[in-house]
Structure formats: structure tokens, C-alpha cells
């Protein structure tokens, strides 16, 4: 009975000492996407490309509203002297261009969001391929981006490798 119990004792510390010995130890890191993004002469690319369309955008803008004003100053100043069915024709001409304008206004937005998505993402999917290199490369199990602002604690021993990812990123 005593050998037994010797055994499954010793049974029991290996069968301990081999969980606790085949745990691998996590090696984590963390990476400021955002502060990669802003080091990259690409996102300056595409931030003209998107200032040169938001230019064009705005400008079209413009035009449209003095065209807009000068019908409303028209209108105001002519108001007293129209016939009741020349006023409502103008009324109504001036609602279409002022909803034209709001449309033009809601699209020229959405447009001008999407064109930045489709400029930032190419550079963006670089940059995750860059991450994704130096975490095989460097043997980490995670790497944490803290520019999305849901990573509340990062220890010291988190190694920080937007350097590493730089330095692929930049031939």
C-alpha cells in the first residue's frame, strides 16, 4: 500500500512538473498604428490626392450657392412685384436648388470618405503584412495595437516595435 502511494505520488509531480514545463511562455508586443501611418511618405501621397479632390469638390460647392444667393436676391427683391404664379414658380425653383444643394453637400461627403478609405487602405493592409512580418520573425504571440485606444494597461516587458515595423516598411 505505501508503494502505491509512493508511486502515484511521484506520478503526480511529474505529470505537474511536464504541464508546467510544455506551457509556453506568451511573448507580447505592441505597435502604434497610427503613428506608423503618419510616418509614411504614402499617406502624405494620399492625403494631396484627397486635399486636390476635396478642392474640386468644394469649389463645384461654391459655385452652386452663389448661384443659389444670386436666385434668393433675385427673388427678394422682385418678391413684391410677381404675379402669385410667378412666385410660386420661383419659391419652387428656389427649394430644388437649395435641396439639390444639400444633396450635393451629403454626397460630396460620403464620396469624399470613401476616397480616403479607398487611398488609406492599401497602406494600411502594407502595414499589417509589416506587423505580421516582425511578430513571426521575433517570435511574439500577440501584438496589441494601442492607437485603437481599447488597450488599457501595457507592461514593460510589451516591447514596442513600431521601429522594427519601420524599418520594413522603409527599404
Known sequence: MKKIITILFGVGLISISMTTFSQAVLKIGHVDIAEILAALP????????????????????????????????????????????????????????????????KNASETLQKRNNELIQPILDRIIKAVNKVAAENGFTYILDVSKGSVVYTSKDSQNINQLVLKVLKP
Do not use: C, P, W
Not at 61 to 70: A, G, I, L, P, R
Open 42 to 105: 504614402a499617406r502624405d501621397s494620399a492625403g494631396a490626392i484627397l486635399e486636390k479632390e476635396t478642392k474640386e469638390i468644394q469649389s463645384t460647392y461654391d459655385e452652386m450657392t452663389v448661384v443659389y444667393n444670386k436666385m434668393l436676391d433675385d427673388y427678394e427683391k422682385g418678391q413684391s412685384t410677381y404675379s402669385e404664379f410667378v412666385k410660386r414658380n420661383k419659391e419652387s425653383e428656389l427649394m430644388d436648388k437649395e435641396k439639390r444643394l444639400q444633396e450635393y453637400e
